[in-house]
């Protein structure tokens, strides 16, 4: 049984993955949004997977899983900047929500994490955990917008920087559709360069261009921008309610498909694939390509589909369910090492099986979601809510 949602819920949301802007909830939003974080779980099930087969690129989990990352988290950002909203504020004031909307939800899961590890350590006495986890790499990473104990929280970081690179520049772009286009041209341009320029870290202080995911955040706004250039131009909301949504499903699910393996390269990541990441993006132009087809494949999906209470309770707490993640990941590889590898050779088997533990994880995580929205809700990207625990963040 779902938890019940107040009227405020059904409003605005301060969910860092899209944050809020509409003072009435999109349901296809939510719905988009429930895919793609199934998207995430699913992917990261089907590398685990991969990894033991040795990211073979000829198994049906590499393929699944190459072509999920060809697409998922450009994904995210294209559905934050669908849903921004400028907003007149001093930049002190827009630090502070930033931070306490998404850099405090990460910090949590980042401990969290390490509480989880640490008692793994009691129990199983790995080697390791006071170095990797020490006061000092912790207050390091932090002060460098790089996760702790959950790496997965990286989107959380690099949102932060994306949203405040589109603050600063929106002063010369305003509404402009033209301007915003020229600027997600310019940032894919010079973000593909950077990351396939490691080398240019090398002589930089800390971690150099990737300092809070600077180089990750500008192949992150030239996604935030066609987002909200979907948004402007009233597409999305034309496509809403003609029957060509129909079409445009089968066209970006086909192109998709036909486009995501033709990208071989070159890749940072030595699995040959993209990886927003760890700045892998392979060829500029089929990066770009899966990148949107894939996301707007996802966005038809969500308009041709009816919603459900389900898919809109996912849908709404996709930063919970995002935070939550590594432990399932790190508790399916050690099942997967022990299975028979032969069984994987299967797409059906694969697919099977990777659906099969991508529910179990959402099933698992429901008493989970509502423990936390309960109790800390001003840590979930809510900082104007009070009680039980903790007052309002934010007035």
């Not at 809020?20 to 909830?25: F, K």
């Not at 930049?91 to 850099?103: A, D, E, H, S």
Request: net charge positive; hydrophobic share 50%.
């Amino acid at each position: 049984m779902l938890p019940k949602t107040s009227a405020a819920d059904s409003f605005h949301s301060t969910d860092p993955i899209t944050p809020p802007s509409h003072n009435q909830r999109l349901p296809w939003l939510d719905m988009a949004k429930a895919y793609g974080i199934f998207l995430v779980y699913y992917g990261h099930f089907v590398e685990k997977i991969a990894g033991f087969q040795g990211f073979a690129t000829e198994t049906a989990a590499y393929q699944q899983y190459k072509c999920i990352y060809a697409f998922h988290m450009p994904l995210f950002f294209i559905l934050s900047g669908f849903v921004y909203k400028h907003k007149e504020q001093p930049v002190g004031t827009f630090l502070y929500q930033k931070v306490l909307t998404r850099i405090v939800p990460a910090i949590f899961f980042n401990f969290l994490a390490i509480g989880i590890y640490f008692l793994d350590h009691l129990i199983r006495g790995n080697n390791g955990f006071a170095e990797r986890y020490s006061v000092p790499a912790i207050l390091g990473d932090v002060l460098i917008g790089y996760p702790f104990g959950n790496f997965l929280t990286w989107f959380l970081f690099c949102l932060f920087t994306v949203e405040l690179l589109n603050y600063l520049v929106y002063p010369f772009i305003h509404n402009n559709l033209w301007k915003s286009f020229g600027l997600a041209m310019v940032t894919l341009v010079v973000g593909y360069y950077l990351g396939l320029h490691p080398s240019i870290n090398d002589n930089l202080p800390l971690r150099g261009l990737n300092t809070w995911y600077l180089n990750e955040s500008l192949i992150g706004l030239s996604c935030y921008q066609f987002g909200f250039i979907l948004k402007q131009s009233g597409i999305v909301s034309w496509f809403e309610t003609s029957p060509y949504k129909y079409v445009g499903l089968g066209v970006t699910l086909a192109t998709t498909a036909a486009f995501f393996n033709l990208n071989q390269g070159p890749f940072t990541d030595p699995r040959g694939m993209v990886a927003l990441a760890l700045t892998s993006y392979g060829n500029l132009f089929l990066f770009s390509i899966t990148a949107i087809t894939g996301s707007l494949f996802v966005i038809f999906l969500a308009l041709s589909l009816p919603s459900s209470p389900w898919m809109t309770f996912i849908g709404k707490n996709t930063l919970i369910l995002l935070g939550m993640n590594f432990f399932y990941m790190d508790v399916a590889k050690p099942m997967i090492g022990r299975l028979d590898l032969a069984i994987f050779d299967s797409w059906l088997t694969v697919t099977l099986f990777g659906l099969g533990l991508t529910i179990v994880s959402f099933m698992v995580n429901v008493p989970i979601i509502q423990l936390i929205n309960r109790f800390l809700p001003q840590l979930m990207g809510k900082p104007k809510a009070s009680g039980p625990l903790l007052p309002a963040l934010l007035r």
